[in-house]
Nanobody, 120 residues
Framework: QVQVAESGGGLVQTGGSLRLSCAAS????????MGWYRQAPGKQRELVAL??????KYADSVKGRSTISRDSPKNMVFLQMNSLKPEDTAVYYC???????????????WGQGTQVTVSS
């Protein structure tokens, strides 16, 4: 079983910055991708940023303002968000997928989420 835990959310003013952290733990053989998603009240969950061995991907709404990075030996992923806007307010979730063992049994795990609130 793989557990995922986020941290780093909070209340920030418009134009401010936050750095979200996510750690995956448990039975992990290898990780394919680590990503950040967000869900605002009344809206569907959406991809914010994704990092794989092939590279990174960002939602258009955060491109140029956010950077996703990874500490592979520690199974951690980070999201640096700058120039925050009120529309960035949401619960941010971390997702990790990969293989649990050398037989390539897969896992796809979500964290509980961390609240980001940007005040105007």
């Amino acid at each position: 079983q793989v557990q995922v835990a986020e941290s780093g959310g909070g209340l920030v003013q418009t134009g401010g910055s936050l750095r979200l952290s996510c750690a995956a733990s448990g039975t992990i053989f290898s990780i394919n991708s680590m990503g950040w998603y967000r869900q605002a009240p009344g809206k569907q969950r959406e991809l914010v940023a994704l990092i794989t061995n092939a590279g990174t991907k960002y939602a258009d709404s955060v491109k140029g303002r956010s950077t996703i990075s990874r500490d592979s030996p520690k199974n951690m992923v980070f999201l640096q968000m700058n120039s925050l806007k009120p529309e960035d307010t949401a619960v941010y979730y971390c997702n990790v997928d990969g293989f649990r063992d050398s037989d390539y049994n897969t896992f796809d795990s979500w964290g509980q989420g961390t609240q980001v609130t940007v005040s105007s």
